[in-house]
């Protein structure tokens, strides 16, 4: 018997019977006296599952029942995973408004006790904070990237518009038939697109390996020079006069 989160198996050695009361309800009774029920989807199939079970019974019987019964946990159910990619969605958040707010409490000390160079904290923000984010951008590319080489499902993407700046917006339907939108460079009419079955907005039309990775290469190296470079200039008060 499978549900959403365990598998169990039941030895037919332990069952001492099975039974249904006509409807989609199965009764399996263990020799110890402990009943599993499962559902049979309907009367008919009910009935032609407890023929078959009770068919297959041994004469003789295991006493032992339930404590040879296996019960194995299954991967965690959609929802739960789901969650916890929202959570290292937040993570990522918390962690970009901590920074903000760090520089900020740095900015507003500077002010006070260095006023005269607080011109070059207020100058690093704009390329700190832009690399920052490039940086954040290019660690969730490369999580979505890995996670669809993992378990991506590849299809069918069909053109919705072009962009004036040579990209283009595709949608495509994932395997629940719910249809989504992604943005990309424009590919064709109805380039191949991958997405992640468990976050299905999770698209990506890069599925050569060699092109992401010269793109995240890029991008990184843009959000590092980027960042280094606002920090430097931050740090230019906490510098000996």
Known sequence: MVDRASRTEIPFAVVQEARTDGGRDVEIVL??????????????A??????????????QRDPGGSTRVTVTSLEQPQEEKKKKSELTDY???????????TYLGYAIWAGATRESELIF?????VPFFSGALMLLFVADEVRIQLRLRKRGITVVARLDFKTTDGAAWYKYTDADGIEHSNRSK??????PIAYD???PGFASTDL?????????????????LLFLAGGASALVPLMPS
């Open 31 to 44: 020799t110890d006296g402990v009943v599993h029920r499962v559902d049979g989807g309907n009367a008919t």
């Open 46 to 59: 009910a009935s032609a599952f407890v023929n078959a079970l009770s068919a297959a019974l041994p004469e």
């Open 91 to 101: 993570v990522a958040l918390m962690i970009l408004g901590t920074l903000v707010l």
């Open 121 to 125: 904290v207020i100058g690093g923000a």
């Open 186 to 191: 424009f590919r064709g009419p109805q380039p």
């Open 197 to 199: 079955p468990q976050r």
């Open 208 to 224: 050569e390996w060699n092109r992401v990775l010269s793109k995240i290469y890029a991008r990184s190296t843009c959000g590092l």
